[in-house]
């Protein structure tokens, strides 16, 4: 293998303007560089057919394998995945920038649009599957870098196959010397010295492929949705609709009723004039036991700010329960929602079970279109 001179920078900030347009340039040129993370250093390079048969040589890696794409900032996800759900964008929020790959499921809209803005080979080599595994260090200067690229990086750790990760500069010209063309040094970098924790999210919810940095129970909390609903005592509506809606995610996920938060799923209900602790009430517990989603052990909840600041997707019954939500808390205004957007789901209280059967399947119809829309 022809050996070239590879170039150790020392990078001190990203207000080093000159270097990082220089690591930019080489990485848009072809070039493979060595950046730094906050976790381990990564090879980095342009995601071309040619530049990664090179990468792959280098690292004496399988041809073939996954690469995760690497990005600098949080809104350039747009550009490759067009709508992450809302569990995405909750974990996002929460670990990202840091040591956290995602492994983003496509929907075929989204793959469609992708395919139509990048390179064929580039579309081909980061979607093998219809997913993509991206990452968003947690590295001023590398963020810098990558965004100054103006084009799609992939970056594996920096070692040959079956070795450790480089976590130093030096370690990387150990390895790499005469290989690749530039190495970043930046003090203080990779301070975790450990693998970003792997996540999947998707149809089936959220998976951990791997623990890193973060725990799986780190994950669960970060990306946690909260689904509320709100009637008026919650004996009857709200009730049934979280009821329907863990049966929901349970078909939807292909889990255990009990194995939704699992997943990343919290529903719960509450009421704006609730009397805490009264049970739902007969009809309700009959036509969900007919539906096969257990309703016997639900207390009614008054509903508070609390709830309402902590839950990500709010539905009512009735524009005045929606009202509710925002005279107490305003900044809930963007996610809080009628769950059936053609009317109002009326109260069934004091009616007979064939109007609780109605009731329900007006919730059970909304249920899918509501949540497929917005999650």
């Not at 974990?91 to 040591?99: A, E, F, H, I, Q």
């Not at 990387?172 to 063309?181: L, M």
Request: net charge negative.
């Amino acid at each position: 293998m022809t050996k070239m001179k590879t170039d150790i920078v020392t990078v001190e900030s990203d207000s080093d303007r000159e270097a990082i347009q220089r690591a930019g340039r080489l990485l848009r040129d072809g070039a493979i560089v060595a950046i730094p993370t906050e976790t381990v250093y990564g090879l980095a390079a342009k995601a071309e057919n040619r530049i990664l048969s090179r990468l792959d040589r280098i690292k004496v890696r399988a041809a073939g394998k996954r690469y995760t794409l690497h990005i600098g900032r949080i809104e350039d996800l747009s550009r490759y995945v067009p709508r992450p759900s809302l569990q995405a964008r909750k974990l996002m929020r929460n670990t990202w920038p840091g040591p956290v790959t995602i492994v983003f499921e496509l929907d075929e809209t989204s793959l469609k649009q992708v395919k139509h803005a990048l390179p064929a080979d580039t579309f081909e080599l980061l979607y093998p599957d219809g997913t993509l595994g991206v990452r968003c260090p947690d590295n001023p200067v590398t963020s810098a870098v990558l965004t100054e690229a103006l084009a799609p990086v992939v970056a594996p750790s920096a070692n040959p196959d079956a070795q450790r990760p480089a976590l130093t500069a030096q370690e990387v010209v150990d390895y790499f010397d005469g290989h690749i063309e530039m190495v970043i040094d930046t003090p203080g970098a990779n301070r975790y010295r450990l693998a970003s924790t792997v996540v999947r999210t998707g149809q089936r919810g959220l998976e951990v492929l791997r623990e890193g940095v973060y725990s799986r129970q780190q994950i669960l909390e970060a990306a946690a949705v909260t689904i509320l609903f709100v009637c008026t005592g919650n004996t009857c509506r709200s009730p049934m609709a979280e009821a329907l809606c863990r049966k929901y995610f349970a078909n939807k996920l292909n889990c255990g009723l009990d194995q939704i938060q699992d997943r990343g799923y919290t529903v719960a209900s509450a009421g704006v004039a609730a009397f805490d602790g009264m049970p739902a009430s007969s009809h309700a517990l009959d036509v969900c036991r007919e539906k096969q989603t257990p309703l016997a052990s639900h207390r009614s909840t008054t509903l508070t700010e609390s709830m309402i600041r902590q839950a990500d997707l709010i539905f009512g019954m009735t524009a005045g329960h929606v009202q509710a939500v925002v005279d107490a808390v305003p900044q809930a205004g963007d996610r809080c929602f009628l769950l059936d957007p053609a009317g109002e789901i009326s109260d069934p209280v004091g009616l007979d079970i064939d109007t609780y059967r109605a009731c329900a399947e007006q919730i059970e119809r909304c249920l899918s279109e509501r949540i497929n829309e917005l999650l």
